[in-house]
């Protein structure tokens, strides 16, 4: 049987570790059947995700501070791509299916097309600790809509 040189096995286990960081660090959270709430401390200039599952829908959500620090908070789909989702490249988010970037400042400013979908400031609020709240009501008629659209969820 063929022995895995201890160099090599930690190597390989380092490269693991570093591949699958960014993307524990990059998560938020899930909530079931609840409001999401997104601690105001937790939202940087990288794109942290969150989940809510809403009547055993899944809803993917990502929270980033733009360059005017100003938080925004959009759904990880497009109208055009749908569910492929966005990552980051330092101050863009890219889109899995097309590969367009948009910048972070773009973000809830633009709509329709490939961009990611705008939560909206009219939908979210804060609580007394200053953490972003996204109602389950809101999140429901946003699953009510989506599931029609992505039956699988996005």
């Known amino acids: ?14 490269l693991f ?10 998560s938020g959270g899930e909530v079931r059947d609840s409001d999401l709430v997104i601690p105001a401390g ?13 009547e ?9 501070t733009a360059p005017d620090e100003t938080i925004r ?4 789909a497009c109208q055009a791509c749908g569910p492929a989702g966005f990552t980051q490249d330092k101050d863009s988010m890219v889109c899995s299916a097309c590969r367009q ?23 979210r609020s804060r609580n007394a600790n200053g953490d972003i709240v996204i109602s389950r009501a809101f999140l429901k008629q946003v699953k009510d809509y989506f599931s029609r659209q992505w039956p699988r969820g996005i």
């Open 42 to 54: 937790e939202v940087s200039s990288r794109a942290r995700y969150y989940s809510a599952v809403i």
């Open 17 to 26: 570790i570093l591949a699958i960081a960014p993307a524990l660090s990059a």
């Open 101 to 123: 970037r948009f910048k972070l400042s773009d973000l809830e400013r633009q709509r329709g097309g490939c961009n990611p979908i705008p939560v909206g400031e009219k939908n």
């Open 56 to 64: 055993g829908y899944s809803l993917q959500l990502f929270a980033v």
């Open 73 to 76: 908070v959009v759904f990880n």
């Open 1 to 14: 049987m063929f022995e895995t040189p201890k160099r090599m096995r930690l190597t390989v286990a380092s």
